[in-house]
């Protein structure tokens, strides 16, 4: 099959279904040793310092590694992307975009579906029999979630991996299915994390320091129990049809989309306080503002850049979140609540 780079989650069916290997360039990058590299790739063409470390590493990734196709998305992602998009043209890459429509609307949905399908060479009809195929390595995604919030039996950073490699399945659907079936089973056989640690919810894009985030929070008595986005990228709604599925999917509409998914998480996920990450110098970060403002929980407000660990200053901030909700926590078994933001 042949690799089509993917900047974001996007309706992976069809591509699957017109004979496509989607690659997540967020993940290659992510993962890679050399993620600062390709940070310095971008930045030598000319890429600007204050643009969003994502957008440098995916054009990284790009010419690092060959990718001849980019699925980009034009509407409902990253305006960078738009701009990205036309430099991956200059370099002689094939470009196809992809727009989600302005709100969650399965008719227009629909329409945006059929002509990537058209572009494509496909049909929605054949992406719709691609979904069934995807249908176990989801559930399997599921599981873990569940695993993680109501059985704490599965870390926050098992969690993140799990939830946020099915924007492409790793581009090994069979791979991943075997991964999470190994991690389910042995999972299965723990002890689950005691009922003294703090519960967090993850919200925003997926942090640059996840692998370092993560054991942070645990070694200081907390572990996240809720990762918003990733838990997004792996469908939770699906809905009778893959418009259905994708209207379903909070990310790319409105803010508000997100809050009322986030609220009733919070809620049934019983989260006592909730991390918010932004990624410097992006548009997402503003959003701050709403969740603020809407979601009924302490919140702290983490940014990170290209720091792939995480520095003094954010680990002291972490410190003292924790701490805060350990005390607010003990006096919420004692009498009324304390609320405060960091
Ligand atoms: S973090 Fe923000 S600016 Fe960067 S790619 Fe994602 S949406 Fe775009």
Redesign the pocket.
């Known amino acids: 099959m042949k690799q089509i780079g993917i900047t974001t989650t996007v309706p992976i069916e069809l591509l699957i279904a017109a004979g496509y290997a989607p690659v997540d360039l967020n993940n290659l990058f992510v993962a890679s040793k050399d993620r600062e590299r390709l940070i310095s790739v971008a930045e030598s063409a000319g890429f600007p310092q204050n643009c ?4 440098k590493g995916i054009y990284g990734v790009c010419m690092e590694h060959g990718i001849g196709t980019v699925l980009c998305v034009t509407s409902g ?5 738009i701009m990205l998009m036309e430099v991956l043209k200059l370099k002689g890459l094939e470009v196809l975009p992809f727009a989600f429509p302005e709100s969650p609307d399965v008719k227009l949905l629909n329409r945006a579906l059929d002509f990537l399908a058209i572009r494509l060479g496909t049909t929605v009809a054949r992406a719709e029999e691609v979904r069934e195929e995807l249908r176990y390595a989801r559930r399997l995604a599921h599981r873990v979630d569940s695993m993680t919030w109501r059985e704490g039996l599965v870390s926050g950073l098992e969690n993140h991996l799990a939830l946020v490699s099915t924007s492409d399945f790793d581009g090994d659907r069979s791979g991943y299915e075997r991964r999470l079936e190994a991690l389910l089973s042995e999972a299965s056989r723990r002890e689950p994390y005691p009922e003294h640690f703090i519960r967090l919810a993850y919200i925003g ?1 997926p942090p640059v320091f996840g692998p370092d985030l993560y054991p942070y929070l645990e070694r200081n008595g907390a572990r996240v129990v809720f990762n918003e986005v990733q838990r997004q990228f792996a469908m939770p709604e699906p809905g009778p049809s893959l418009a259905d599925q994708y209207c379903s999917y909070t990310y790319p509409y409105s803010i508000f989309e997100r809050v009322k998914d986030i609220q009733a998480q919070l809620a049934e996920r019983r989260v006592d306080g909730v991390i918010h990450y932004v ?1 410097a ?4 970060g503003i959003g701050d503002i709403i969740f603020r403002h809407a979601i009924p929980a302490p919140m702290l407000t983490l940014e990170g850049n290209a720091d792939f660990t995480l520095n003094g200053h954010v680990r002291t901030r972490i410190e003292a979140f924790i701490d805060m909700l350990r005390r607010k926590t003990r006096v919420a078994g004692a009498g009324p609540q304390v609320t405060t933001n960091l």
């Open positions: 969003c470390t994502w957008i992602d990253c305006s960078n992307t894009v990624q110098f992006c548009h997402r």
